[in-house]
């Protein structure tokens, strides 16, 4: 029964309807609003569905009260001003309200290769003080944080695809800044017309968040990574975008760890060559050079050596970087 429960109605794609994607704590993935007939009755799913069209299209809060039952719709908003979903509650009118859930939107954009984040989402994802918060952030930045995202072969081969109707749904544990790690439902639909990937990340601590721990491969690789004296990129194989790094970069390469650099053209043409000849065939390691440009900066030649990570699914790759002209750790 869904009477006195909120419900999460995402509106990411706006040539699409809305769908239901949570009722309190449960997932409901891609479930059409008007089959809330079953739990609710016909009558209060029309008010359901005709509050979350009105507070997605207004971008206000909504309250409507027809005979002895209110709706309450409250819009949750992206980084460029619109709605990417609404909370909704629905009861008697002499029902107590509970508090809202925490939901925040973000969107990623496929040519910059950076990430916008919706109001709240920092603070509610990464626990992050407020004048810590940035609107725009590298990939690495936000997938940096994630120690489970099961699903993220299937997530990647979507955002990277960017076809119309692609759409993932899943849980991930993100680390904060606190050092806590917390479990979100996270809720993504292509746009190709906009040239993004719109999403969602939802709060669930009912599902145990004190049990979400860094997984034992996570683990494992980041420390490892951690001590070979070179930066350690996680890289996806596909587009050659790099989405996290086990271990940063050493200067004058420590930029690339927060910042996404220009490189250039031919390199990264050869990057991407190598990135298709180790999907491929993995196994060897693949040598080569690329030249960086951070903002403001000089042309910087780095070494890098490509090798496909087996103790994972396919199509990720791990990308060892160092300056150009040192020796790398191990072969001095």
């Known amino acids: 029964m869904s009477l006195g429960r909120w419900l999460l109605l995402e509106t990411l794609a706006g040539d699409l309807e ?28 029309r008010l359901v569905v005709e509050a979350g069209r009105r507070c997605a299209a207004s ?27 609404v909370q909704i509650w629905i009861g008697p009118v002499d029902t107590p309200v509970r508090p809202k859930r925490r939901v925040a939107a973000w969107d990623w954009d496929a040519v910059t290769e950076l990430a916008h984040h919706g109001p709240g989402l920092e603070e509610l994802v990464f626990a992050r003080e407020s004048e810590q918060v ?5 990939p690495p930045d936000a997938f940096g944080r994630m120690v489970r995202f099961d699903g993220r072969v299937d997530y990647f081969d979507m955002a990277t695809e960017l076809e119309p109707g692609g759409h993932w749904q899943g849980e991930v544990d993100v680390l904060g800044d606190d050092d806590v790690v917390r479990r979100f439902q996270m809720v ?8 993004r990937v719109s999403g969602l990340m939802h709060a669930l601590p009912e599902l145990g968040d004190d049990a979400a721990t860094v997984g034992p491969d996570t683990a494992m690789l980041r420390a490892v990574s951690q001590h070979s004296g070179v ?18 970069p050493l200067p004058p390469l420590d930029r690339w760890a927060v910042e996404r650099p220009i490189i250039d053209p031919t390199d990264f043409a050869a990057l991407r060559a190598v990135c298709a000849d180790a999907a491929r065939q993995p196994g060897a390691a693949r040598r080569l050079s690329v030249r960086v440009r951070f903002a403001e900066g000089d042309w910087i030649r780095a070494d890098a050596e490509l ?9 990720h790759g791990l990308l060892r970087v160092w300056p150009a002209g040192s020796d790398r750790p191990g072969e001095a």
């Open 307 to 315: 090798v496909t990570i087996t103790t994972a699914a396919t199509g």
């Open 188 to 195: 993504a639909r292509a746009r190709p017309d906009q040239g």
């Open 59 to 85: 971008g206000d809060p909504q309250r409507t009260v027809v005979g002895d039952s209110v709706v309450l719709a409250e819009p949750i908003r992206c980084a460029f001003g619109g709605v990417h979903g």
């Open 231 to 248: 930066g350690v990129g996680i890289i996806l194989l596909s587009s050659g975008i790099i989405y996290e790094w086990a271990a940063d």
């Open 134 to 138: 940035q609107v725009v952030r590298t």
């Open 18 to 45: 809305p769908t239901l994607v949570a009722e309190d704590a449960q997932a409901k993935p891609w479930t059409v609003a008007a089959r809330l007939h079953r739990s609710v009755g016909p009558a209060r799913a």
